[in-house]
């Protein structure tokens, strides 16, 4: 197998990572062992792939995407193996050293930095956030929609993240009057010459949220090369396009950014809309992920004995509030019970919860989860269609047998 | 991964890639050029949309940089809501009667295995251009075998970061006759 020319340097630097424990403070030196050898390119999909679990379905070569079955979710911290691919081109391989963030646009004084002096010169943190594509959930949708083929479940984590608040920035470059959006621009080369760059931006309210960060950590180590090495915008609870990777421009302007990933892609109808319809006129760029959940354990089609005691485990989350409490149904939705919600890790993570079922009888049981947010908003049976295929968040179903 | 997983993994992606294929019929060829230069060409057989979507889709995908004028986008058009339309069922394949080269076997062979999605005979559209490739070869006793070598395993760094992909299910004689032909092209 062909061995990456950054994956030694990687190796050595996790086992370090490992045992300097805090990253915050170290991050730093550490990331100067990661730095890739020899000059920046394109890293190779198999490359990509022998960095993630051997259970991440492949759902397209070009763009390479990815992701893995909620089952296979089954953690409180997602691990960097199992976070989904979702690239729009290729996947860049960046030196570090040579790696600048541009500050520019509505500002006071335009700013540059390397990812070290970020480091040094703002205040790092640690977040638990989820991150979620927008066509996470896809291919529930009828009539099919263009676009990766989401699993109902696929395409979402919850890892830890590590870098510094875009706030810190932006308040250190200072806001010119009528700075309303922030747009952040990443460096992965598309396939022509005339591929438009990938930008998308975020209004100030999120841009200035202490959970919006500039990160270069993912799990207490450098991000890995896919997810964005060596700098990303991490926007947690928001559709994933909005945590740009690779980045390396941030732009402040009066108004959201015009363009493709703006104008065309992410956007939703503001009222659903006749299944099969062209997007209206008057849609809306996507933004925070309405409330969802996903049954973890058991995996579907599970066997168990009769009397037995199943302690169905899941997540649930949502984008924007949070979420109030997770319902399981084994009767196709005619009785609702409560799930035990642990506390969540902070206000972007997702919440793991617990239901206890006993199997009487033998036969095949069907769980059913819902999850409520605090503004009163409850899990559809089935999301509104939208001609895109976003923002699914239909009660998660897994079913399992009861066998002697 | 290990080892036997990768190979495996890199054998079904080389398969794939060699049997990604549209319906053929009236500008399928154009298609499938232009599509593959940036994504599978499976995006398009799962997705099964309204003519009014696809129009949609088609400005999307012009705004995201594929190289594609408007009379080619427009054979595209009618093309993809043809075929691939959610509301009727697709006609019996039939032949391209719009691929470009007309009858020129060669010109065939270079629709047929994708090459002219990226390559032209005298400009650069993703990868060099036809002359440009044998402008570099020139004078080169080995260059046919070496040239057959690199389409067959694919690379990068030649022409630039943009890597060409390895296209292991072009038959021998295809290969040699386009190979011939692109080094003549000076």
């Not at chain 1, 892609?265 to 006749?274: A, L, T």
């Not at chain 1, 049976?381 to 079913?399: C, D, I, S």
């Not at chain 2, 036809?130 to 075998?145: I, L, Q, S, T």
């Amino acid at each position: 197998m062909r061995d990456h020319q950054g994956s030694l340097t990687r190796r050595g630097f996790l086992r370090a990572a490992a045992g300097a424990g805090a990253l915050a403070t170290t991050a730093g030196e550490l990331l100067a062992q990661a730095a890739p050898a020899t000059a920046p390119g394109t890293m190779a999909n198999e490359d990509v792939k022998a960095g993630k679990a051997p259970t991440m379905e492949w759902h397209s070569e070009r763009p390479l995407t990815g992701s893995v079955p909620a089952h296979e979710h089954d953690f409180e911290v997602t691990p960097s193996q199992r976070m989904f691919v979702r690239n729009n081109h290729t996947t860049p391989l960046i030196d570090i050293n040579g790696h600048r963030l541009a500050l520019k646009g509505l500002v006071d004084k335009e700013l540059s930095f390397s990812v070290f002096e970020l480091a040094k010169e703002f205040k790092t943190v640690s977040i638990h956030g989820m991150l979620e594509c927008a066509g996470s959930g896809r291919s529930g949708y009828q009539p099919r929609a263009s676009g990766t083929p989401w699993l109902p479940t696929g395409g979402m984590g919850c890892p830890k993240w590590g870098g510094v608040r875009l706030r810190d920035l932006l308040q250190a470059a200072g806001l010119k009057p009528g700075a309303a959006h922030v747009a952040g621009q990443g460096g992965d080369p598309g396939a022509v010459a005339t591929a438009a760059p990938v930008i998308r931006s975020v209004p100030m309210k999120k841009a200035m949220d202490e959970d919006t960060l500039v990160a270069w950590a993912m799990n207490d180590a450098p991000l890995p090369f896919v997810h964005g090495y060596p700098l990303r915008l991490v926007v947690p609870g928001w559709v994933g396009s909005a945590s740009t990777k690779w980045l390396h421009t941030l732009t402040v302007l009066d108004a959201p950014f015009k363009g493709t990933f703006m104008d065309s892609s992410y956007r939703i109808p503001r009222f659903p809309v006749e299944p099969g319809t062209k997007m209206p006129p008057d849609a809306v760029s996507t933004e925070a992920w309405p409330v969802k959940s996903m049954i973890t354990f058991p995996a579907p089609n599970a066997r168990f004995k009769p009397g037995e005691a199943i302690a169905v485990r899941g997540k649930a989350w949502v984008g924007e509030g949070s979420v109030d409490r997770v319902e399981v149904s084994v009767d196709e939705g005619k009785t609702w019970r409560p799930a035990q919600l642990a506390k969540g890790s902070g206000r972007h993570a997702w919440r793991s919860f617990t239901y206890e079922h006993k199997a009487e009888a033998p036969g095949y049981v069907t769980f059913l989860a819902r999850a409520w947010d605090d503004r009163g908003n409850a899990q559809p049976a089935l999301p509104a269609w939208n001609p895109l295929g976003y923002f699914w968040n239909a009660w998660h179903r897994v079913g399992v047998v009861v066998a002697a | 991964m290990r080892p036997e997983l990768w190979l495996c993994a890199a054998l079904l992606a080389g398969a794939a890639q060699a049997e990604e294929k549209l319906i053929s019929g009236p500008g399928s060829t154009l298609t499938e050029n232009k599509c593959r230069i940036c994504h599978e060409l499976k995006h398009i057989q799962r997705a099964q949309l309204s003519p009014g979507e696809w129009a949609d889709n088609l400005k999307n995908m012009k705004e995201r940089g594929t190289p594609m004028d408007e009379a080619e986008m427009a054979v595209i058009q009618r093309y993809l809501s043809t075929y691939y339309n959610r509301a009727q069922a697709a006609p019996p394949p039939s032949p391209d009667t719009l691929a470009g080269g007309g009858d020129d076997p060669v010109q065939k062979l270079l629709n047929a295995h994708a090459c002219v999605g990226c390559h032209a005979p005298d400009k650069r559209v993703v990868g060099p251009s036809f002359r440009e490739v044998a402008a570099k070869y020139a004078g080169d006793a080995g260059a046919a075998a070496r040239l057959a070598a690199k389409v067959r395993a694919g690379g990068v760094g030649n022409w630039g970061q943009v890597p060409m992909p390895p296209n292991p299910g072009i038959p021998d004689a295809d290969l040699q006759a386009m190979v011939g032909w692109v080094l003549g092209n000076k």
